[in-house]
Nanobody, 122 residues
Framework: QVRLVESGGGSVQAGDSLRLSCAVT????????MAWFRQAPEKEREFVAR???????MYEESVKGRFTISRDNAKNTVYLQMNSLKPGDTAVYYC????????????????WGQGTQVTVSS
């Protein structure tokens, strides 16, 4: 049984930092690309960042230079370090396992965590 558990969300002020974690069990973690998505109220789930099984990294344009995705294959965990947070970053953040062929399309992710809320106030 595949399970993803996110943690690290919270309520912060603009300019603050947060570090999200996603612990994965039930699959060979090192063999899969992993990504973070986010979903704001009444909006679709959108791509944030991805770390490939081969080490390649991708970011959504608005988070480049502020967010850093990383993975620890020994701990089966993927991280998202978020710096210089803005109110527009407010959303529920989800980690997902990239089981399909598209890197930034949520439909290519079969396994998801329960999400962690990030709220940034101005």
């Amino acid at each position: 049984q595949v399970r993803l558990v996110e943690s690290g969300g919270g309520s912060v002020q603009a300019g603050d930092s947060l570090r999200l974690s996603c612990a994965v069990t039930g699959l060979t973690f090192s063999a899969y690309s992993m990504a973070w998505f986010r979903q704001a109220p009444e909006k679709e789930r959108e791509f944030v960042a991805r770390t490939g099984a081969n080490g390649n990294i991708m970011y959504e344009e608005s988070v480049k230079g502020r967010f850093t995705i990383s993975r620890d294959n020994a701990k089966n965990t993927v991280y998202l370090q978020m710096n210089s947070l803005k109110p527009g970053d407010t959303a529920v953040y989800y980690c997902g396992v990239n089981t399909g062929t598209q890197a930034t399309d949520a439909r290519s992710y079969y396994y998801w965590g329960q999400g962690t809320q990030v709220t940034v106030s101005s």
